[in-house]
């Protein structure tokens, strides 16, 4: 099962955020998954849905006064869209004018890698057992940990889970690192994912729970007359906090988070909510600038867009990440982070 299903499936949950769908399509399309077969399947009348129902969805963006000019923009060039045979070059032309105008870089279209219809022909999608062990096998997201010289901890995180058994595999790691004097958190190639274990990772980063950012969600009212459309009724805000942790493992010792243009997302998250409690030193280059919590909605059997319904904003400073990306207290290439990160420690 490919690692943007089980995000998929987070992000139905409202999960914080997702990754991005960028550079999850180009890890799809390096490894030949991501639209492989469907070029020759996706018609004129599949992009034309798509269009359409993308126009629809847009109902349901988290930034209201933003939408009446993405869907002037893509209605002006509804016809040079039409025109690209091409499914990726359709799809990408797309992306670059929502981009444009919204300035938003969760809100993007992908292209499944087989048609819905086929999908739902084949039966039921996995099961939460069936995510968990597909999780399990790919380390809960863990990349590396390990104790270097000196009393270091290293903890290297490639995505952050969704799953509520991630929790576990969190404690289980901060484990092996417990004792360590100081805790250089890798996440310069963590494009995101889950709330389970990132909540999970901070509680385990101060001594009581620490305030996160809070969320505003959309609050959208169905509409009777078209099932994929919304009526705007204000905001409701979520207060976020991390997960109480019996013993945290680093409630008091020197965190240093390595980033780059690689960390998006949940990612971003974490490093900014560390340096907004002046918890942690930020080392590297500015992150990749994700902050809108997101959810998938189909455009029809071949193409997905990806929706920002929410809109982080943390007590402490009043905003976000979202555009700017995370600005690091010490900027080095995100290359040299680690050993800007060890010379620091000492």
């Known amino acids: 099962m490919k690692l943007r299903h089980v995000m998929t499936a987070a992000l139905g949950a409202l999960m914080l955020s997702c990754q991005g769908p960028a550079a999850v399509l180009a890890q799809e399309a390096a490894a030949g998954g991501v639209g492989a077969n469907s070029p020759a ?52 032309a797309i992306n670059a ?48 940990a390990k104790m270097l010289d000196g009393g270091v901890a290293y903890l290297n995180l490639a995505s952050f889970s969704g799953h509520p058994d991630s929790a576990a595999a969190i404690d289980a790691t901060m484990a092996r690192l417990a004792g360590a004097r100081a805790l250089v958190l890798d996440l310069r190639e963590n494009l995101g994912g889950g709330e389970a274990a990132l909540r999970q990772l901070m509680g385990h980063f101060a001594p009581q729970p620490m305030r996160l950012e809070d969320i505003q969600f959309r609050r959208c009212q169905p509409n009777p007359a078209d099932p994929e459309d ?15 942790v019996a013993a945290p493992t680093f409630p008091s ?53 990806i929706m920002p319904i929410g809109e982080a904003r943390h007590p402490v400073t009043g905003t976000n990440w979202e555009g700017g990306g995370v600005r690091p207290d010490v900027a080095v290439p995100a290359g040299q982070a680690l050993a800007e990160a060890l010379r620091r420690i000492g």
């Open 97 to 144: 004018d929502l981009l444009a105008v919204s300035g938003d870089n969760h809100l993007q279209v992908w292209i499944e890698g087989r048609s819905r219809d086929d999908a739902a022909a084949e039966g039921p999608g996995p099961t939460l057992e069936q995510m968990a062990a597909e999780e399990a096998r790919n380390g809960w997201g863990v990349r590396e």
């Open 253 to 305: 010792q020197p965190i240093l988070v390595l980033v780059g243009p690689g960390t998006f997302s949940a990612a971003e998250a974490v490093a900014y909510d560390l340096q907004a409690a002046a918890r942690a030193t930020v080392i590297g280059e500015p992150t990749g600038g994700g902050a809108n919590p997101s959810i998938a909605m189909d455009l029809g059997p071949w193409f997905t867009v």
């Open 41 to 92: 399947a996706i018609t004129a009348a599949h992009r034309e849905r798509a269009l359409d129902t993308l126009h629809r969805r847009l109902a349901h963006y988290v930034m209201v006064e933003r939408t009446p000019a993405i869907r002037a923009r893509l209605a002006e060039r509804r016809q040079a869209y039409l025109a690209l045979t091409d499914p990726e070059a359709f799809r990408q």
């Open 230 to 244: 919304c009526v705007a009724d204000g905001r409701d805000v979520f207060e976020r906090f991390a997960n109480p």
